[in-house]
């Protein structure tokens, strides 16, 4: 049988295994993995790794976020993705006061939809407006929402009851809640004592968040999580405090999830005391901290102790980050950090190359894990029957990262000369080619909204 497309020579390498064989994809699926596979079109993947596509549950594109929206479009944040790898995302909805919840979700997918590269889902944000509504979280859920994001920070943060009622709604669907959890109270009693002393500067950023209260609030949420019987997943994981709650929760035989996202496991807290807007860049929350937390993370994704990387991509430009400096308040630094495009890349580069993953426990993190946890049901696997969602990644190319090597809408990057071993050759998207050498040569609007659940 001649496929439609074959892949051959590659390595394979998945979450579980790594072997030698082509795969052979017709449509949009994978629909043969085996020896001496022949198609119309044929890919030679000699001394390459051939992986899933990567899967990144945590972005934000065009979001509004206080004064200011996110700089990648649906369309500039994919397409950077794709080039990194990435060929599936998770972004959010947040129900505006005159909508429903369905309302808020056709809306963001008429933004989404005409724009995106890749495939794409949506967590519905449930803040403190939306208890009142939790009566068409079944509806949410039906409609491909499998995941709902809880905030324990800023103006949309619910309260431990708010949270309670909230996680039983979730749990009675059987959806996943995803979780920023900080204590918001502590915050803004350090954030305000600060500003009171004239202690104004980006440097007390991290301080005003310390990491012993994102490990409270995880612990909390937690245990309401626990008392009520549902999962969790927690967002953004930044220290030892966090991943520690994690761990115990999951000993104790709880399905509890972790993630950590790039800035944390490649940058230290040290970057707050640069000059002027280069010590605004890196603000984002929780904070990025000292050398013992980025150690302790990786030792974290290499125990099994946290799950998977994110990105918590959201950029915002110099100038608006600027905005907080000039106002004299690291408080009104636009919160948010871009790396869409970096993510994969970093994970082998600075997991697989320095010894502290293996090359299956980068495609678990980065691709089988996430894609699980977030209810993509034919992602992040090489498996017959998957989609042909692939990656055929140069293990050798050395990459330098700066702005004009990557093709996030942002005008700098954390990562700015950070060199890295490894990029992606060529990334598929449903068996279509979309990223080639270095080249966009996907389609605006090919991505689709998939529909995320977890059977009964
Ligand atoms: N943290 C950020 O820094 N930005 C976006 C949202 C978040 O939780
Ligand atoms: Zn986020």
């Known amino acids: 049988m001649s496929y439609d497309l074959v892949i051959k020579n590659g390595r394979i390498i998945t979450a579980h295994t790594s072997y030698n064989a082509d795969i052979a994809i017709q449509g949009e699926q994978i629909a043969a993995i085996g020896q001496g596979l022949s198609g119309q079109r044929e890919i030679d993947a000699s001394g390459k790794l051939v992986t899933p596509g990567a899967v990144d549950i945590h972005v934000h594109l065009e979001m509004p976020i206080g004064k200011f929206t996110s ?13 990194g790898g990435t060929t599936a995302v998770v972004d959010f909805i947040e129900r505006q006061p005159d909508e429903t919840m369905l309302e808020a979700l056709a809306a963001r997918r008429a933004l989404a939809d005409p724009k995106v590269v890749i495939d794409y889902g949506l ?16 509806a949410v859920y039906e409609a491909g929402c499998g995941s709902f994001k809880l905030y324990m920070a800023y103006g949309l943060r619910l309260t431990d009851d708010q949270l309670l009622q909230a996680l039983k709604a979730i749990g009675d669907v059987n ?10 109270d502590v915050i803004c009693a350090l954030v305000a004592e600060n500003l009171r002393n004239g202690r104004t500067t980006p440097h007390y950023h991290p301080l005003s968040r310390p990491a012993l209260m994102e490990g409270e609030a995880t612990g909390r949420v937690i245990d309401i999580a626990t008392l009520v019987g549902t999962r969790l997943h927690i967002f953004h994981v930044t220290c030892d405090n966090t991943v520690q709650r994690i761990a115990a929760a999951r000993a104790r035989g709880r399905s509890v999830t972790g993630e950590t996202c790039p800035q944390y496991l490649l940058m230290t807290q040290e970057a707050y005391d640069r000059p ?24 974290a994704l290499g125990n099994g102790d946290l799950q998977i990387v994110t990105t918590d991509h959201c950029p915002f430009t110099r100038a608006e980050k600027e905005t907080g400096i000039r106002a004299n308040d690291f408080s009104q630094i636009p919160g948010g950090v871009p790396g869409i495009e970096m993510r994969y890349t970093a994970v082998y580069s600075q997991g697989v190359k320095r010894g502290l993953l293996t090359e299956n426990q980068w495609v678990a993190a980065c691709c089988t894990t996430p894609a699980q946890l977030a209810g993509f049901n034919r ?8 989609d042909a969602d692939l990656v055929i990644f140069d293990p050798d190319k050395e990459v330098t990262l700066s702005t004009d090597f990557l093709h996030e809408n942002v005008d700098w990057t954390l990562y700015d000369g950070v060199q890295l071993q490894g990029w992606p050759k060529t990334t598929l998207s449903r068996g279509r080619v979309i990223v080639d050498d270095g080249e966009f040569v996907g389609e605006r609007g090919d991505g689709r909204f998939i529909k995320r659940g977890f059977g009964d």
């Open 71 to 83: 700089s990648d479009d649906f369309f500039t944040g994919t397409r950077a993705a794709a080039f």
């Open 123 to 138: 967590h519905m944000t449930i803040g403190p407006n939306d208890i009142a509504h939790l009566d068409e979280v079944p």
């Open 175 to 184: 959806g996943l809640p995803v979780v920023h959890a900080e204590n918001w």
């Open 276 to 299: 002027g807007v280069e010590g605004a860049l890196p603000v984002c929350a929780p904070p990025i901290r000292y050398q013992d937390s980025q150690d302790a993370l990786w030792r």
């Open 379 to 386: 992602k992040g696997d090489i498996l017959v029957g998957y």
